[in-house]
């Protein structure tokens, strides 16, 4: 069976890239020259898809972005994009609700839009989880620690046990819930440290790692941190926002390149 | 200011219902002669409406469905039909997300689609829901205990101070993260006793209760537990789904009717 982790676990081989590219598209931030057409989402998105794509083992929409702007259809053509060129996709969407209702997220992101891999919220619990889980070659990236400030808000709560919560999940995750084996861990950049605790908890558990570039993270800790399973390194905005000018994807497939480079300096055995 | 909860409460005064009608509408499960209809969705949600208004203090349409049937312009137009009716709206999006994502899902729920009051989880923490707290007339419901059988897995956690993450989670919504006023709690109707402990905490805090009807809440015992602050006692299923006859408006007027009954025989003193 093919899956989303065994595609992208060829396209790193391939590549020689773990560097996710986050689509997190934003009409107002788009080059003045491409304002005005009409679809002008897309047309930027596939102008970065491009440039970057042999730089990149995988894309990340957000799906915020194009919620925001009514940009369904764009969301939509951007993936259909990906699938041509048989690029994996992770469409970001952090859902979480009851199993009816996370049903219907699992046929948006699954179905609707064809997406490889999707990422949850674990707040409500396993079952909340399960219809994402069932889409067997599919990809679920669980919440674990995220790269924001207020991640250690209840992430990082100690419970009675002397685990923290983010332990607490990356334990159910890699055990109990995983009945399928399609599950991946989201473990912010900002946090070597706790990234390292993951992964001695997770065994070879694949990881999301978002919180490069905009947000700050330092690529030889995290590198060093996260090695024993896959790592997917995520940058969004500092590589598609990296010149705001007509030479936009030249930069944003220079910022991918250097961001590539820079892993793999310290990939060591990491991969 | 007029706020989604001045307006609730004023509802629930018009109306004498603490009832909430959910939205969560399926083109599958609608009664064969709409099935046809291009705008079914909306169709069966106006007559929904029509039907069950006088009933309810307000309505939540459940986005995923709308997204996962790629109806956002149904969605869109039964808002808009709500808000002509001068109904308040209250968005069930549960999104979380970092700040700057979150900015755009507030967006969207805002003003895209124009609700008044939104779902949100805590699970990334207190700045992933600034960006909603900001709009300060709009309800913002933190997700604290939800209804679901894996609700306990993360909620319930004890902590190494002997509370459960859904007590802190509610300590913190009602002092820290409240600056605006304008916080409410989603505290599922299947366990009492545990939203009698947030009550406890939370003192006069809104609360919006789903998990009657379908899935089996029990009124009584949560309206003894619930009382001392505003309830929003939510069924969705049970209402709209009464009948999948041509019946099906007078069917969910009948079993909007019932519920309001059923919830103001055990109001006592709560709100």
Redesign the interface.
Known sequence: MTTFFSSVAKRQQATGSLLCVGL?T?QKRLPAHLQTQPDAIFAFNKAIIDATADQACCFKP?I??Y??Q?A?DQLQATIAYLRELQIPVLLDA?????????A??A??AF??YGADAVTV????????MVPYLEYQNKGVFI?CR??????????N????D?RR?FE??AE?AAGRWNQFGNIGLVTGATQPEELARIRAISGDMPFLVPGVGA?GGDVEALMTAGQGGMMIISSSRAVIYASSDEDFADAARAAATATRQEINRHRNSAR
Chains 1, 2 share one sequence.
């Open positions: 997190d934003d957000q915020a972005y919620a925001s009514a369904e952090k859902r979480g609700d009851i199993g009816s209702t996370a219907h997220y046929r948006e179905e609707r919220n674990p707040y409500m619990g396993y079952d909340s919440l995220t790269s924001n400030p207020g991640g250690a808000d209840i992430q709560l100690t419970l009675s002397g919560v607490y999940v159910e947000q």
